[in-house]
C-alpha cells in the first residue's frame, strides 16, 4: 500500500477546523488497514512537516434504513495529527 493510498481524504468541519486553529491539529480519514506510525510517516512525507502525535479514532457501521431494506454504513477510520509548533499544511489554509 502506497502512502497516497493510506491517507485517503482530509476531514474538513467546524470541529476539525477548530481543532487545526487551537491546537495545530489535522484531521484526516485513512485506511482501516494502516497504524499510527505509518499514518505518521505518511503525513511526513507527503506535506514535509513534523508529526508530534497521532489519534486515531473508528466508527463501528451501523444499520440504516431505506425504505423496507436494511443496510450498513462502511467503517471509517480518521486520524488526528498533531503537528509540530511552526509547521502547517498549506492545502487547509483560508478553508
Known amino acids: 500500500m502506497t502512502i497516497y493510498e493510506m491517507i485517503r481524504k482530509p476531514i474538513i468541519t467546524e470541529k476539525s477546523e477548530l481543532l487545526r486553529r487551537e491546537f495545530n491539529k489535522y484531521t484526516f480519514e485513512v485506511d482501516k488497514r494502516v497504524n499510527k506510525l505509518e499514518i505518521k510517516n505518511a503525513v ?4 514535509g512537516v513534523t508529526v508530534e502525535s497521532v489519534a486515531t479514532i473508528t466508527s463501528k457501521p451501523k444499520t440504516k434504513r431505506h425504505g423496507m431494506k436494511l443496510y450498513k ?13 511552526g509547521d502547517n499544511i498549506k492545502y487547509f489554509e483560508g478553508v
Open 44 to 47: 511526513e512525507k507527503i506535506f
Open 73 to 85: 454504513t462502511p467503517l471509517k477510520k480518521k486520524a488526528i495529527v498533531k503537528l509540530k509548533d
